[in-house]
Structures are given as structure tokens and as C-alpha cells.
């Protein structure tokens, strides 16, 4: 190998990198917004006994679990200005896109943290008198939260990943940048392997805070 | 607005062939995932801590970072390393296969770690040699309980496959997205696509939940 490097133009291009990362980690923290909240109360919708309400979500929720990601977007980006007659920007149909993937798979996470909770929870709601939006925001929600956050922080993280996809509808992330300066500069290898280096920073920490919070909730759940 | 679906009709032998192709590209992706998943899983539970750290570092690398960045970076780095053309074909597996190696690794590692010390302690006093503890008692063990896993990360592969076409690969959804700028129909021809892929993604996904069910039966008795 006698390549020679050249670091030049990923010095000059890292304000445009940086820029980037933070339109990356815009993104992700919409995402989980809408993912945090929506899984949440799809979660709840599951618990219904009502077939009108259970099939659709489980039809959501299937659906958005068992497809590629990319597919997903790229459906949003097309077909949602075309269906409702909106304009929206590609980073809102990203954020969307995004949020309704992640909304899917924290629904199953909720759904797994709120059936771990004791029944004997919800006959003591009964005893005490509350009714069922006081039990579900005083005793589902916070144990749900507890119990789902590995699962919620790993599926967070991992839509920060998936981000990247935004890039191929023309969203000026982290990864379109990179691929951008390459492209100018003709210097891959620099500009790919600094892009790698910087959603590695950010991923490998928060998993690593996983792993902590895990032992932590186990030990708490043991108590 | 109104609907048009009869010209898919049109385009069945081309969406056949790009679906095969995606299926081409996960197949060759998990068989050499599991090879290389095996011998990293190995590497990461080794004594060796030289052997430890590598591994351990590419694994973390491999999950910490897009499977789009790594794709690219195989793509376009590795000929320049290298010094020869890859195609590519040869870049996307390449780029699948190292992936599905390192979530591969990790489901063996989860596996061989959940076998109870209680085992180990019986083959040694059993009096069994080191190497066939190894194959007689913690493989068979371990492969068991790392089915579902990889069964998972077989329906990862499968969505991750999709990025293929970002590099130009004639795969299901590089094939669709090709249609639909054609024809100008997005809407009709990318949700055939997505109703393709939920038609095989689903099932397995079915699959993987029934064997987990299954096999933990299997392994509590």
C-alpha cells in the first residue's frame, strides 16, 4: 500500500462536518421525541381489548418493524406530497420517517416493560380509586419508563445510525457532507474515515451508558 | 386522485429479478456472517488480550457506526487501499458480510456467556479434555441459544440489504425506485416495493419469535 494521505481538505471541510452533525443530531432528537411519546401511547393502544383499535396498530407496528428503513423514507419523501398535497421539507418527511420507524419499535418495548409490571399494580390503582388515565400516567408510565430505557436509549441510538439515510433524499447531515467533500476533493479515504470516526464518537458512549444503566435498573428491580 | 396498479403488471419480471438479487445479497451476507461472527466470537472471549482488543474494537466499530458509512467506505476506500478495482458486487458484500460478522459475533458471545458455570464445573469432574467440552458441551449449547439471534439479525440483514442500491446495485429497492422515476407513479410502484419486502420481512419475523418460544421451552426443561 503506498497511499498517501492527506488531511488537508478534511481540516478545511470540518466546519461543514460539524454542521452537518449537528443537522444529524436535529434529526435524532426530533425522532425520539416522536418516537418516546407516539411508542408510548401506541403501547397503550395495545393494551385495548377493542379489535377496532388493536389491528391497525399492530398493522403499524409490523409494518414499519419488517420493512427497510429506506423504503420508508424514500415512500415519505415521494408519495406523502402526492397523497396530501403537502410541501413539506425533506428534512420534516426525515424527522417523520424516522419517528414513526422508531415510534414502532419502542411501542414493543413499552408493550414488554408494561406487561413485566406485577397485575397487582393495577388491583391496587382499583383499591385507592384511581381511574385509568391516573393509572396510566402515576403507575404504567414511570415503571414502563424504568424498566424500557436500555431498550428505548439502544432504539434511540440506533435511529441516530439509520439518520444517515437522509443523506440519499439530499438532507445535508453528516453523511451527505462527508460524501459531498469526497466527492470535491477526491479524498475518500480522509473525509469517509473521519465521518465513521465522528458517529462512532457519538454511538459507542451512549452504548456503553447502556450497558451501565441495565446493571443499574437490574439492581434496582432486585431491591 | 386514482390509482393505477395494473402497469406493475409490466414490470414483474424486473421486480422478480431485483428481488432476487436482494435475496442473493443477505444470503451470501449471513453464511459468511456466521463464519466470520463465529471467529470473532471466538477472538472475544479469548484469554488473549491482543486478540481480545481487536476484536473488541471492531465489533463496537461495526455497531457504532452507519452500515450506509461502511458501505461507502468500502466502496470507495478500499479499492484505493488495496490498489485493485472492486466491484460493485464485490463491495456490498464485502461491506454486508463485515457488518452481519459483528452482530453475528455478538449473539454468539450472548450464547456462550448465558451457559451456567455449573456446566464447566461438570466436565471437569467428568474428567473431560479441554477441547471436547468445547464440542460436545458448550457448542451444541451455545448454537441453541443463539438461534433466535441469528434469526434476528437475518431479518436485519434483510432491511439493511436495501442500501445496496445506493451504490448502484440492481436490488428490489434500487429496481423500484428506477420505476417509479420512470413512470412517474411513486406511489403505486414504491408501495409494491414495501409490500414485497413486509411480505417476506413479516413472516420472519413470525419465524423468529415462534423458534425463540420454542426454544426456551427447550432449554428450561
Known sequence: MNYEFDWFYVKKGLPQLIEGLWLTLELTLWANVIGLVLGFLVAIGMLSKVKAVVWPLTAYIEFFRCTPALIQLVWFFFCIPILFNVWWSAEFMGILALGLNLAAFNAEAYRAAIQAIPHAHTDASTALGLNALQRIIHVILPQALILALPVLITNGIGIFQQSALVALISVEDLMYQGRYISTQTFRPIETLTTVALIYFAVSFPVSQAVTLIERRTKRLLAN | ?221
Not at chain 2, 470507495?76 to 463491495?91: A, D, H, N, W, Y
Not at chain 2, 455478538?106 to 455449573?118: G, H, P
Not at chain 2, 442500491?165 to 408501495?191: C, F, H, K
Open chain 2, 1 to 221: 386522485m386514482d390509482f393505477d396498479f395494473s402497469f406493475l403488471a409490466e414490470y414483474s419480471g424486473v421486480l422478480w429479478r431485483g428481488l432476487l438479487t436482494t435475496l442473493q445479497f443477505v444470503g451470501i451476507a449471513v453464511v459468511l456472517g456466521l463464519i466470520w461472527g463465529f471467529l470473532l466470537s471466538m477472538g472475544r472471549t479469548s484469554a488473549n488480550k491482543g486478540l481480545y482488543w481487536v476484536t473488541t474494537i471492531y465489533v463496537e466499530f461495526f455497531r457504532g457506526t452507519p452500515v450506509l458509512v461502511q458501505l461507502f467506505w468500502i466502496f470507495f476506500c478500499l479499492p484505493l487501499f488495496l490498489g485493485v478495482e472492486l466491484s460493485g458486487f464485490t463491495s456490498a458484500v464485502i461491506a454486508l458480510s463485515l457488518y452481519s460478522g459483528a452482530i453475528t459475533s455478538e449473539s454468539f458471545r450472548a450464547a456462550l456467556k448465558s451457559i451456567e458455570a455449573s456446566q464447566f464445573d461438570a466436565c471437569t469432574a467428568l474428567g473431560l479434555p479441554q477441547g471436547v467440552q468445547t464440542v460436545f458441551v458448550i457448542l451444541p449449547q451455545a448454537v441453541l441459544r443463539a438461534i433466535p439471534n441469528l434469526l434476528s439479525n437475518v431479518v436485519s440483514l434483510f432491511k439493511e440489504s436495501a442500501l445496496v442500491s445506493a451504490v448502484g446495485m440492481a436490488d428490489l429497492m434500487y429496481v423500484g425506485q428506477n420505476i417509479a422515476n420512470n413512470v412517474a407513479r411513486p406511489i403505486e410502484i414504491l408501495t409494491a416495493i414495501a409490500l414485497i419486502y413486509f411480505a417476506i420481512g413479516f413472516p420472519l419475523t413470525r419465524a423468529v419469535s415462534l423458534v425463540e418460544g420454542r426454544l426456551l421451552k427447550v432449554v428450561k426443561a
